[in-house]
């Protein structure tokens, strides 16, 4: 039987968008079945309407958001304008044990997440993928930086990343567009912190997946700010502005949104999935579509609940175990006196980043691992007279009085990967298609805990380098789990068909055919934010991929 | 991670309270409360006008024309009114509201008039000393008049912030534009 496509891709976000470009291009006929909407920038971009026209000025619906959102209104870039480009909570449920929340923030629609993604792209290293067999634990990366460079390489001329480069073994430099420039008081830490520190600690721009020059087409960044309720521009990567429109071009893509995936066909005579079955988001239809090859990128946590529901691929019994996110809130900020007549113009979508340097020259006794810096500097405006005294014609002149510059460190530390923490199949919730729903139990070890800890010590060392004063640490604790929204894990790479889900190609060990190429495919997780790499798996698996078709081993 | 994620993580605690701790019980009773002031036909769902005048009054005093629009310019009072229909549980609302007309009694004990009816000076000595008591529904009025002015097309244009410079500068003079 001749199958409906060559290909189907499940997801439109980052990685979906990644695999349509790639298979198409590479002459692949190529369904994208995307859960939601679909977006149209000329309708559904709204960064540049003003406060005045939103009804509640940037407070967000409150109610609204507290009854249908009560999780995704968690997210960082969260807003009374983004907010439809999160899910509905209601539509969408999942439990956790009672005393260990996990946010899991979902985004579907045409483009899924990368329409809010943080934009922030870095590079691993060695010292990431050897971590887990240097340490002892989880299981091996099947890679190595020198299997991954020439892809990071391709995912960053098509995307365009601005950033400078520092020349550090921890962080390789890449292929970047001119960098952004620090601020005034930045640019002090940066040198402030490079006396004290060398080349162990280093402040440098964040590394963005948002334009600075203009690159394939697309118009280079103009400093709006709120890049997460889109860019008419096209400035910053995502689906929407770059890979989807590229796969369009070649037609060979046809992408299909209000779909759900509810499972994987499989046919056990051939050991292959034949394709995947689908409920119609509107009409609630059922019905397949039939391929060759099938890649899953609908996010680490709803691949593997695909995989779940559908039962195959599992061997190992390890689909929906490692689940790893990133933990924040822990660092520091102070305040620096002086350029007092000096003030930012625009808003730069971006912050500073100070790469790992915890357990990179030397051995830190408390813990495993590390974490990287973002933040940045600035000066409070008009929102710091919401509690200021007073009140008449003084008061109303502090509006317009700027803040002493204060600069913040915050840390995005790794985590381990553990077996148990895990996402199954909850036995009776499912969502409002009648799709069993997911059960996530995850928590911080021992290791994020003293991880979190050393954030607030490092942090305020380096505002005392500066010359900082009133240096305040984070009285917060770690952060939700899932909060950092880089969760991850969920099909993991190895070596051995008995402890990973995948093979070094994103291939799983067990359906030949059946390729996870999202977050899910992470053995270990890093501290770098972790978008980069995964586009970087993607576009290797389906160079991958296409090869073995071509030869016809899948 | 950007500027504007940093501030919601250090001044997380700086906004109006009980974003993130609206129990079910209120919810439900602001979602009845939404539904029954949606079906009124007043242009005025939360304030009577003599409150709505009251508030409109007071926001003016704590941000008053200068050389640049004050808060009646900016259409202050009909952002407050909004926030207290459609975003405030009706326990906030109502201890708002209590607030208001608590401000008649101190007029009428201080010069035997309603606020509105007061002098300038009187309605000023008033709400200075209610400042200076840090009252809470006080405190609110004064953010929601301050968010409320410096997001208004007048006070984001009176302020430099709209419209938007489209470029970066880190090191700016204070007086670029």
Redesign the interface.
Known sequence: MLADFDAIVVGSGITGGWAAKELTELGLRTLVLEAGRPILPEQDYVEHKPPWEMPFRGLGDRRANASRQSIQRHSATFDEMSHVFWTDDVKNPYSTPADRPFHWFRARQVGGKSIIWGRQVYRWSDLDFEANLRDGIAVDWPIRYVDIAPWYDHVERFIGVSGRKEGLAQLPDGEFLPPMALNCAEQHVRERMQARFGRERVLTIGRVAVLTEAHNGRAPCHYCGPCHRGCITRSYFSSVNATLPVARATGRLTLRPFSIVKSLVYDSRQNRVTGVRIIDAQTRDEREYTARVVFLCASALESARILLNSGVANSSGQVGRNIMDHMKWGGASGQLAGWTDRRVIGNRPNGIYVPRFRNVASRHPDFIRGYGFQGGAGRAGWDAALHAPGIGRAFKERLSQLGPWTMSFAGFGEMLPREENRATLHPTLVDAWGIPSLHIDCRWSDNERAIHRDMNVAAAELLEAAGAIHIERSTSGPSTPGGTNHEMGTARMGRDPKTSVLNGWNQTWDVPNLFVTDGAAMASSGCQNPSLTYMALTARACHYAVERLKQGEL | ???????????AT???QG?AS?APAE?LA??RD?HRRAASRNALRALSPHAEQTVAIAAE????A?D?P?ATDAGVSA?IE??LA??HTPAERDRFLAGVRDLDVRCRARAARDFVDCTEPDQ?AV??AL??AHEEWF?RL??LT????????PG?RA??L?P???????????D?R
Request: proline content about 5%; hydrophobic content about 45%; glycine content about 10%.
């Open positions: 991670m950007d500027r504007r994620e940093l501030i919601k993580w250090l001044v700086a906004g109006l974003l609206l919810l602001l979602g939404v005093r704590i941000l008053p200068t640049t004050g952002f909004k926030m459609d975003w000023v709400l200075t400042d200076a405190a004064k953010y301050v968010y409320g002015y410096c997001t208004s097309e984001m302020l430099g709209y938007l410079p489209g470029r970066y500068d880190g090191c700016a003079p204070l670029a």
